[in-house]
């Protein structure tokens, strides 16, 4: 059975019926998108500039009150992550190694995904050693060693430690680190200065023992043997034999 074609549509007309209809939400969109973008561009505008006057105040930033002050003006700009470790720093200069290692903590606890954390875990562990606490001082390095192993600063925790265990007499302990530091960073820095220490910590061995009795002499230091006395010379043929002396005669 044949079936009947479809009506015409005008499609002038069907897409003036759609515009009439949804006019107020297509233009609404438009102009809340319109806002977002310029939102979103003032933002960005007020944040490289918020990030640039941080950078030049942290630049021209000489001291601890000067680090604080792009600290509290800049809080969430990656200058005042900078600031947080040079304000340790100076803190240390001036040998104030709690107020340093505060510091350091918060900027831990801050920026836990910071590139420097590393860095500034090994720094707590120096102002530790510096306050005498060096058992504290050893379990940081330990953990940086363990848990940032592929980080620049794990085979200086590890060198770190073998000045700690000198310090307490475990030189076996020591002279192993120095074997691990020269086993997974052979191409570091401080493979040189592992291989120092450990000639220094390797126990000495001989392979043939001394000989009993006297203290031995170097060959060159020996004294030389005792001269034989001269000979006289033979006589010419043809002279007389020597006489004896005479007998002394008796009274």
Known sequence: MPTAPPPSRDVAIETRVFWERFK????AALLIALLAVIAFTAYRFYLDRRTAAASGLLASAKSAQEYQQVIDGYPSTPAAADAYLLLAEAQRNEKKFAEANTTLQTFITKYPQHELVSTARIAMAANLESMGKADEALTIYQQVASTYPNSFNAPMALLSQVYILKAKNRNEDARKICETVL???????????AMQQLRILKPITSSTPAPAGGPTVP??????????????PPPPQGAPAPKAPPAPKKP
């Open 183 to 193: 086993t997974q960073y052979r191409t570091s820095f401080w493979a040189g200065e």
């Open 219 to 232: 060959p060159m230091l020996a004294a030389p043997p005792a001269a034989a006395p001269p000979q006289a």
């Open 24 to 27: 107020k939400p297509i233009i």
